[in-house]
T-cell receptor
Framework: QKEVEQNSGPLSVPEGAIASLNCTYS??????FFWYRQYSGKSPELIMS????GDKEDGRFTAQLNKASQYVSLLIRDSQPSDSATYLC?????????FGTGTSLTVIP | KAGVTQTPRYLIKTRGQQVTLSCSPI?????VSWYQQTPGQGLQFLFE???????NKGNFPGRFSGRQFSNSRSEMNVSTLELGDSALYLC?????????????FGQGTRLTVV
């Protein structure tokens, strides 16, 4: 069974700090990895995608992928209160997306 | 470029009724997936359609069905509604390449069953 595991949190960080979100997946054949942000009552919004080992940076967001360890992470630098949301990790294996249950992040002003 | 459009945005139905939800994917996207999300739950996969064919199906009862049209628009139907079907129903469209494909979500349809 293909699974994506995330720590449900809640994770609380002070404003300006680095928030670190982690995700593991079970299918070694997975080739595409994504992070979505979901505000309460809204639909998920794609914020990062990563396909090869290493780091990928986009503004304040950095995604890290380690296929050998089957591990994906998202770092949010200079966290802002507007980053408070649930972050979903997603993996594309074959022709289906698999989602974790999400990590709730609260950035404290 | 227009995003994924779901209609209606909100629905209130009575137990035992049926409901049809619609999803128009991003132009050029041929894959449409449907998810159910309830408070405290993750995204529960319902099914995925590609080129009018259902390729994957989640673990939901037969009351949940769907279809995809030749223009890639998709509909989801739930028959004999139960109170537990109250949820946010999301569809996502993608190009469905093996590598490098990204899925984009619509705003969702919030279904309330009373």
């Amino acid at each position: 069974q293909k699974e994506v595991e995330q720590n449900s949190g809640p994770l609380s960080v002070p404003e300006g700090a680095i928030a670190s979100l982690n995700c593991t997946y079970s299918d070694r054949g997975s080739q595409s990895f994504f992070w979505y942000r979901q505000y309460s009552g809204k639909s998920p919004e794609l914020i990062m995608s990563i396909y090869s080992n290493g780091d990928k940076e986009d503004g304040r967001f950095t995604a890290q992928l380690n296929k050998a360890s089957q591990y994906v992470s998202l770092l949010i630098r200079d966290s802002q209160p507007s980053d408070s949301a649930t972050y979903l990790c997603a993996v594309n294996a074959g022709n289906q997306f698999y989602f974790g249950t999400g990590t709730s992040l609260t950035v404290i002003p | 470029k227009a995003g994924v459009t779901q209609t209606p945005r909100y629905l209130i139905k009575t137990r035992g009724q049926q409901v049809t939800l619609s999803c128009s994917p991003i132009s050029g996207h041929r894959s449409v997936s449907w998810y159910q999300q309830t408070p405290g739950q993750g995204l529960q996969f319902l099914f995925e359609y590609f080129s009018e064919t259902q390729r994957n199906k989640g673990n939901f009862p037969g009351r949940f069905s769907g279809r995809q049209f030749s223009n890639s628009r998709s509909e989801m139907n739930v028959s004999t509604l139960e109170l537990g079907d109250s949820a946010l129903y999301l569809c996502a469209s993608s190009l469905a390449r093996i590598v490098g494909t990204e899925a984009f979500f619509g705003q969702g349809t919030r279904l309330t069953v009373v």
